[in-house]
C-alpha cells in the first residue's frame, strides 16, 4: 500500500502545465527560446522520469 | 522528375511490400481475429514502443501541430502538454484496462463495456462513438498527406486527388492481407524517417534564421501584424483554453480505437508499463515540430493552407533529395495511424455493433473486420474531400470532443460497478447532443464560449460535455437508487 502512494507523484505534471499563469513570459530565455516554451518541453523529460520510477517502484501491482 | 518525387515514391512502394510481407511475420493464422487485429497480443518492449509511437504521432504532430503554431501562435502550443499528461493518465488506465482485458479476451473498449454492464445498447454506443470519431482522425492523416503531394502537383492541393487514392488504396489492401503486423511493421520505417528528419530540421533550420532568439522576434512582430492579431504568449482570457485543451486531449487519448488496439497487442502489462514511460521522446519531436511553425514565419513561408508550411519549408532548406526523405517520413507517418485506426473502428463494428462480444469468436467477425477496414478507408476518403475545416486539427478536436463521452461508461467503469447502465446510456447521449450543439454554435471549431455568473470562459467542447455528461449519469443513478 505505501508503494501506491508513489502514484501521487503523476499529480506534478498537470500541476506544472495546465496552470500557464505561471510560466507564460519571456524570461529568463534558454538559447534564445521563451521560458514559456522551453519550460513546457521539460516538463516532458521530467514526467517521463516521474513515471519511470512511479513504473518501477510498482512492479507488479494491479491499479 | 524531382529527385525528391523519386525518394518518395521509392519509400511509399517500398513500404507497400513490406506492408504484404508482414503477413509472414511469426506464420500465424491471420483468420483468427486476435492475430490479425492485435497480432496475436504478442508484442514486447521494443516493437510496441515502435508501434505506439507510429500510431499515436500522427499527420497532428507533423502538419496540424506546427499549421496552428504558424496560424495562431501560442496557443496552438496547447499540443506539448497535452503530449505530456496523456502519460501518466494512460499508465493508470491502461494497466488497469489490459490486465481485464487479458484475462477476459477483449478486443475493444465495448467489450469491456458489454462484460462489465450486460447491456447492449450502452455497448453499441460506445462502439459507434469510437467508429465514428476515428473517422476524423483518419481524414486529418489524409490531409496531411494531401499537403505532401500538393507540393508536386502544379495545380496544388486541391487536385492531388490521384495520388492521396493511390496511397489509400494500396493502404486499404495491405491492412486488409496482415492487419496489424503491416503498420506495427512499418512504423519502424516511419519512427526512423521522422526522427531523422525532426532532428536535421531542429539543428538546421532555426541556424540559417539566425538563431531562435531572432526566430521568436520575428514571429511576434509578425503575428501581431496579421489581420486578426495573435502573439507568442497566451492572452489571460486564454489560459482557460489552453488548460482545457490540453487536458482534454490528455483524457481522450487513450480512450481511442486505435490507441487501445496497439495496447492490446503488447505482450504483458509490464510492456504496457515500460512504455508509458518510455514513449514520451516522441513527444519532445511533437514540441520540437511545433516550434518549426515559428521557423516557417520566420522564414517568411507565405502559405495559403496553413498545413504545407512543414512541407515548404523541408522544401526550402533541405537538398531536393533529403526534401524527399521528409515527405516521405510525413506520408508514412500519416499511413501508419490510418491503418490502425481503420483496424480499431472495424473492430468495434465487427465484434460489438453486428455480433455481441463473446470471448468465443468466429472467423465471420474477422472476416467481417477486415472488409470493413475497406469502407472505412473509403469513407475517410469521401470525408476529407467533402468536409472542410480551416485548421485540420479541428478534424481531431471534433473527433475527441465524441470520444471522451464514453469516459464514464469506459474509464470509470474500471474502478466502480456502482453506475447505472442506463444513466450512463442517458449521459452518453446528452454529452453527444452537447458536443454537437456546441461545435455548430462555435462554427465547427474546437472552443465554446460559455458565460457563466457575467464571465465568459472558452474552454474545449469536450470537456463541457463531459461534465454535462456524467452530471446526468451520476444524478440518474443516484435518482433511480433513491426511487428503488
Given at each position: 500500500?505505501?508503494?501506491?502512494?508513489?502514484?501521487?507523484l503523476?499529480?506534478?505534471?498537470f500541476?506544472?502545465?495546465?496552470?500557464?499563469a505561471?510560466?507564460?513570459h519571456?524570461?529568463p530565455?534558454l538559447?534564445g527560446?521563451?521560458?514559456?516554451?522551453w519550460?513546457?518541453?521539460a516538463?516532458i523529460?521530467?514526467?517521463?522520469?516521474?513515471l519511470g520510477?512511479?513504473?518501477?517502484?510498482t512492479?507488479?501491482?494491479?491499479? | 522528375m524531382?529527385?525528391?518525387?523519386?525518394?518518395?515514391?521509392?519509400?511509399?512502394a517500398?513500404?507497400t511490400?513490406?506492408g504484404?510481407?508482414?503477413?509472414?511475420w511469426?506464420g500465424?493464422n491471420?483468420?483468427?481475429?486476435e492475430?490479425?487485429?492485435?497480432?496475436?497480443?504478442?508484442?514486447g518492449?521494443?516493437?510496441?514502443?515502435?508501434?505506439?509511437g507510429?500510431?499515436?504521432?500522427?499527420?497532428?504532430?507533423f502538419i496540424?501541430?506546427?499549421?496552428?503554431v504558424?496560424?495562431v501562435?501560442?496557443?496552438?502550443?496547447?499540443a506539448?502538454p497535452?503530449?505530456?499528461i496523456?502519460?501518466?493518465v494512460?499508465?493508470?488506465?491502461?494497466?488497469?484496462?489490459?490486465v481485464?482485458?487479458?484475462?477476459r479476451?477483449?478486443?475493444?473498449?465495448a467489450?469491456?463495456?458489454?462484460?462489465?454492464?450486460?447491456?447492449?445498447?450502452?455497448e453499441?454506443?460506445?462502439?459507434l462513438t469510437?467508429?465514428?470519431?476515428?473517422?476524423?482522425?483518419?481524414?486529418?492523416?489524409?490531409v496531411?498527406?494531401?499537403?505532401v503531394f500538393?507540393?508536386?502537383?502544379?495545380?496544388g492541393?486541391?487536385?492531388?486527388?490521384?495520388?492521396?487514392?493511390?496511397?489509400?488504396?494500396?493502404?486499404?489492401?495491405?491492412?486488409?492481407?496482415?492487419g496489424l503486423?503491416?503498420?506495427?511493421?512499418?512504423?519502424?520505417?516511419?519512427?526512423?524517417l521522422?526522427?531523422v528528419?525532426?532532428?536535421a530540421?531542429?539543428v538546421?533550420?532555426?541556424?540559417?534564421?539566425?538563431?531562435w532568439?531572432h526566430?521568436?522576434a520575428?514571429?511576434?512582430?509578425?503575428?501581431?501584424?496579421?489581420?486578426r492579431?495573435s502573439?507568442?504568449?497566451?492572452a489571460p482570457q486564454?489560459?482557460?483554453?489552453?488548460?482545457?485543451?490540453?487536458f482534454g486531449?490528455?483524457?481522450?487519448?487513450?480512450?481511442?480505437?486505435?490507441?487501445?488496439?496497439?495496447?492490446l497487442?503488447?505482450r504483458?502489462?509490464?510492456?504496457?508499463?515500460?512504455?508509458?514511460?518510455?514513449?514520451?521522446?516522441?513527444?519532445?519531436?511533437?514540441?520540437?515540430?511545433a516550434?518549426l511553425?515559428?521557423?516557417?514565419?520566420?522564414?517568411?513561408?507565405?502559405?495559403?493552407?496553413?498545413?504545407?508550411?512543414?512541407?515548404?519549408?523541408?522544401?526550402?532548406?533541405?537538398?531536393?533529395w533529403?526534401?524527399?526523405v521528409a515527405?516521405?517520413a510525413?506520408?508514412?507517418?500519416?499511413?501508419?495511424?490510418?491503418?490502425?485506426?481503420?483496424?480499431g473502428?472495424s473492430?468495434l463494428?465487427?465484434?460489438?455493433?453486428?455480433?455481441e462480444?463473446s470471448?468465443?469468436?468466429?472467423?465471420?467477425?474477422?472476416?467481417?473486420a477486415k472488409?470493413?477496414?475497406?469502407?472505412?478507408?473509403?469513407?475517410?476518403?469521401?470525408?476529407?474531400?467533402?468536409v472542410?475545416?480551416?485548421?485540420?486539427?479541428?478534424?481531431?478536436?471534433?473527433?475527441?470532443?465524441?470520444?471522451?463521452?464514453?469516459?464514464?461508461?469506459?474509464?470509470l467503469?474500471?474502478w466502480t460497478?456502482?453506475?447505472?447502465?442506463?444513466a450512463?446510456?442517458?449521459?452518453?447521449?446528452c454529452?453527444?447532443?452537447?458536443?454537437?450543439?456546441?461545435?455548430?454554435?462555435a462554427?465547427?471549431?474546437?472552443?465554446?464560449?460559455?458565460h457563466?455568473?457575467?464571465?465568459?470562459?472558452?474552454?474545449?467542447?469536450?470537456?463541457?460535455?463531459?461534465?454535462?455528461?456524467l452530471?446526468?449519469?451520476?444524478?440518474l443513478?443516484?435518482a433511480?437508487?433513491?426511487?428503488?
Amino acid at each position: 500500500m505505501r508503494r501506491r502512494a508513489c502514484y501521487a507523484l503523476l499529480v506534478l505534471p498537470f500541476a506544472g502545465t495546465l496552470i500557464p499563469a505561471f510560466y507564460n513570459h519571456a524570461g529568463p530565455p534558454l538559447f534564445g527560446i521563451p521560458f514559456f516554451y522551453w519550460y513546457q518541453l521539460a516538463w516532458i523529460p521530467a514526467t517521463a522520469g516521474l513515471l519511470g520510477i512511479v513504473v518501477a517502484l510498482t512492479r507488479g501491482d494491479r491499479v | 522528375m524531382s529527385s525528391a518525387a523519386v525518394v518518395l515514391g521509392t519509400i511509399v512502394a517500398g513500404v507497400t511490400v513490406l506492408g504484404f510481407l508482414a503477413a509472414r511475420w511469426g506464420g500465424a493464422n491471420l483468420g483468427d481475429l486476435e492475430q490479425w487485429a492485435l497480432g496475436g497480443r504478442s508484442f514486447g518492449t521494443i516493437v510496441s514502443w515502435f508501434l505506439l509511437g507510429g500510431d499515436l504521432y500522427t499527420a497532428y504532430t507533423f502538419i496540424a501541430v506546427p499549421a496552428l503554431v504558424y496560424g495562431v501562435g501560442a496557443l496552438g502550443f496547447f499540443a506539448v502538454p497535452y503530449a505530456t499528461i496523456a502519460y501518466p493518465v494512460a499508465l493508470v488506465v491502461l494497466s488497469r484496462f489490459w490486465v481485464l482485458a487479458r484475462e477476459r479476451g477483449y478486443v475493444t473498449a465495448a467489450d469491456f463495456v458489454r462484460d462489465h454492464y450486460a447491456h447492449r445498447p450502452l455497448e453499441i454506443a460506445v462502439a459507434l462513438t469510437g467508429a465514428v470519431a476515428a473517422m476524423p482522425y483518419i481524414a486529418l492523416q489524409l490531409v496531411g498527406m494531401r499537403a505532401v503531394f500538393g507540393r508536386f502537383s502544379t495545380l496544388g492541393a486541391a487536385h492531388s486527388l490521384p495520388a492521396l487514392t493511390v496511397a489509400f488504396v494500396l493502404l486499404a489492401a495491405y491492412t486488409y492481407v496482415s492487419g496489424l503486423r503491416a503498420p506495427a511493421l512499418i512504423a519502424f520505417v516511419k519512427d526512423t524517417l521522422i526522427y531523422v528528419a525532426v532532428i536535421a530540421a531542429i539543428v538546421v533550420i532555426p541556424a540559417r534564421l539566425g538563431g531562435w532568439a531572432h526566430v521568436f522576434a520575428v514571429s511576434s512582430a509578425a503575428l501581431a501584424a496579421r489581420p486578426r492579431p495573435s502573439s507568442i504568449y497566451l492572452a489571460p482570457q486564454q489560459y482557460f483554453t489552453y488548460a482545457t485543451m490540453a487536458f482534454g486531449s490528455a483524457l481522450s487519448l487513450f480512450i481511442y480505437p486505435h490507441s487501445i488496439t496497439s495496447v492490446l497487442a503488447a505482450r504483458s502489462l509490464q510492456v504496457v508499463r515500460r512504455n508509458a514511460a518510455l514513449l514520451p521522446v516522441y513527444s519532445l519531436l511533437l514540441g520540437l515540430l511545433a516550434l518549426l511553425g515559428y521557423c516557417g514565419i520566420a522564414a517568411g513561408i507565405s502559405a495559403k493552407d496553413t498545413n504545407s508550411v512543414v512541407p515548404l519549408l523541408f522544401a526550402r532548406y533541405f537538398p531536393d533529395w533529403f526534401t524527399g526523405v521528409a515527405d516521405a517520413a510525413i506520408v508514412v507517418g500519416a499511413l501508419v495511424p490510418a491503418a490502425i485506426m481503420s483496424i480499431g473502428a472495424s473492430n468495434l463494428f465487427a465484434s460489438n455493433v453486428f455480433r455481441e462480444f463473446s470471448p468465443q469468436r468466429s472467423p465471420v467477425e474477422t472476416r467481417v473486420a477486415k472488409a470493413l477496414t475497406l469502407a472505412i478507408c473509403a469513407f475517410a476518403l469521401l470525408f476529407v474531400f467533402f468536409v472542410p475545416v480551416p485548421y485540420a486539427i479541428d478534424f481531431q478536436l471534433l473527433g475527441g470532443a465524441l470520444m471522451l463521452q464514453i469516459f464514464p461508461s469506459f474509464v470509470l467503469g474500471l474502478w466502480t460497478r456502482r453506475l447505472d447502465p442506463n444513466a450512463l446510456l442517458a449521459g452518453w447521449a446528452c454529452g453527444i447532443a452537447t458536443s454537437g450543439a456546441m461545435a455548430y454554435a462555435a462554427g465547427f471549431t474546437s472552443n465554446f464560449p460559455l458565460h457563466v455568473f457575467g464571465v465568459t470562459l472558452t474552454g474545449f467542447i469536450a470537456l463541457y460535455a463531459l461534465a454535462v455528461n456524467l452530471i446526468v449519469a451520476i444524478g440518474l443513478t443516484l435518482a433511480r437508487r433513491v426511487a428503488r
